[in-house]
């Protein structure tokens, strides 16, 4: 019986191994291991042996029948890798193709700005100073000096969240937060989002950007604020660029100035963006009241200080040649794509 088993196990190896399908392989599974298989038979036979036979007997079969399935399990294995690479061939797939590339996003522009304004600020020596967007009266207006009936109190130019709560119409405010918590030598700069009630146009939208200015310490002066503004301007626009100051009032500051910078479209010639006049408005300045820094504990006998604020937005137009405000919060996609040189 042995020698029979043995044979049948090497018809079953040449068979299997010669078979081309998976249909094929099944069916000479079903012959060589099936219900009604030789094998099977052999087994069935098991019955009219003795007790003491079985055992062996039963062993060489089951030795047998492992054989054969160990031989199918390999031979579909190899058959199914075959189908798989067959399908791949046949479906053209070309797996030398490039890819689709990853689109990148691009940094907003006023994002590139304020991070280029920070730059040019740390590379001076400032630190940077954060400060909140919404704020109370004290920190916007009371300690800044502001009149009791100034007119940008008015619920119509601010918007007020509650009573003594709003959304902070300057970063002037981060002057106040700085000096209350420090004593000279200050030197920060303070970007960040600002609010007014005004009408979105070409120049205005009811949230924009500027960053502030603060450097108090002894024997501070007008013409620390005018080297400071320069060489911002300089390093932001071009070596070119000049800067130059109007005699302006803001409550905070003694004596006080806006300050222009020449036109970046006609370099101070006079065109139909500075409207001939050669220069571009683009924030306040001025030395820091007295009244200020006695407020908030600073001796005013010994330090005195200069802050300026600008526009952030006003800056990214003018330095991008974007045709107004407005765009700059549209998230429109055509117009966002053409900053990723910055990436
Ligand atoms: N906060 C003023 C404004 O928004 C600008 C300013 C800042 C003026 C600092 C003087 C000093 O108009």
Redo the contacts with the bound molecule.
Sequence with gaps: METKLNQIVIAAETAIKGAQSIHELMNLKSEYIGKKSEVMNVMKTLGSLSPEERPAVGKIINIAKQKIEALIDEKENDLKEKEYLKTLQDSKLDMGMPGYAIQYGSLHPLTIVWREIEDIFISMGFDIAEGYDIEDEFHNFDALNTPEDHPSRNLADTFYIKDDVLLR????TV?IRTMEKYQPPIKIISPGR?YRNDRPDASHSPAFH?V??LVVDENITFQDLRDTLNTFVKKMFGSHMKSRFRPHF?P??EP?AEIDISCVNCGGKGCAICKNSGWLEM????MVDPNVLNKLGIDAEKYSGF???LGIDRITILKYNIPGLRILYENDIRFLKQFTFNN
């Design positions: 119409t300057q970063t002037s002057q600002c500027q502030e200015a803001f905070f500051t006080s924030g306040g300045a001025g802050a300026f604020g």
